[in-house]
């Protein structure tokens, strides 16, 4: 059955300890890998997880907004750094460096946001993840958003230009913009990902409507053939 505007009424379930959302959550659920498909997927009609990687001042949460919003099912947009802010008192500032709180802090911000996409997931609603993951450190690495979201989860990342990041990240403000130093020193090691075999987007030179048709296109030929990861 549908709402007007066809919206999917969801089902009539008591919300109570036991549930997370409208639909029962069992411990450990999942997103399955999907198996590889024989005839090319319709990638806006398609229900998916996308995990979009890159550096500070790469475009992520822009283009994950505008990809989310524009989409022919219900999507969702979960923001790292976002849940990462909901800490206000004793928040582990990442201009501060990276020690022992930050990292307890971000753990947490990927397991709630694990939880958020598998909850929506078995709701019926899509999502989009963004966060800046790195390909030589396991603490901040796939490997744990693979345990909180699933092995169906699709990650493509975002790499424009070094000088790209840094006209981005001078137009910040606030927890979210870092020194000239820091912002090099990421992107240097977020070249990493070239030969990992995840579909990697150069949006230097393209705009956001751009890099959302590419983001597409990544994640139709990941659910046609996906990525080893």
């Not at 979009?52 to 790292?80: E, M, N």
Request: proline content about 10%; charged content about 20%; glycine content about 10%.
């Amino acid at each position: 059955m549908q709402q007007p505007g066809g919206v999917p009424t969801p089902p009539a379930v008591p919300l109570d300890g036991g549930t997370a959302g409208y639909l029962r959550l069992p411990p450990g659920h999942s997103v399955p890998a999907p198996a590889p498909a024989t005839v090319l997927p319709d990638v806006h009609h398609a229900g998916v997880a996308v995990l979009l990687i890159g550096p500070a001042g790469a475009g992520k949460t822009t283009v994950a907004r505008f990809w989310a919003d524009r989409r022919q099912v219900p999507t969702a947009h979960i923001s790292l750094d976002d849940v990462r802010e909901w800490v206000r008192s004793g928040f582990a500032d990442p201009r501060t460096g990276w020690d022992d709180r930050s990292e307890a802090q971000y753990r947490l911000a990927r397991r709630t946001c694990g939880f958020a996409a598998r909850n929506f997931l078995a709701n019926g609603i899509s999502c989009i993840l963004d966060d800046a993951v790195f390909p030589d450190r396991p603490a901040v690495g796939l490997g744990g958003w693979k345990r909180h979201v699933g092995p169906g989860l699709i990650p493509v990342v975002l790499l424009p230009g070094l000088d790209v990041v840094l006209e981005r990240n001078a137009e910040r403000s606030g927890t979210r913009r870092l020194s000239d130093e820091e912002v090099a020193t990421i992107h240097g090691r977020m070249a990493g990902w070239y030969g990992s075999g995840l579909p990697i987007i150069d949006n230097s030179r393209h705009d956001v409507a751009t890099t959302a048709r590419m983001l597409d296109e990544a994640v139709t030929r990941s659910l046609q053939s996906p990525p080893p990861w």
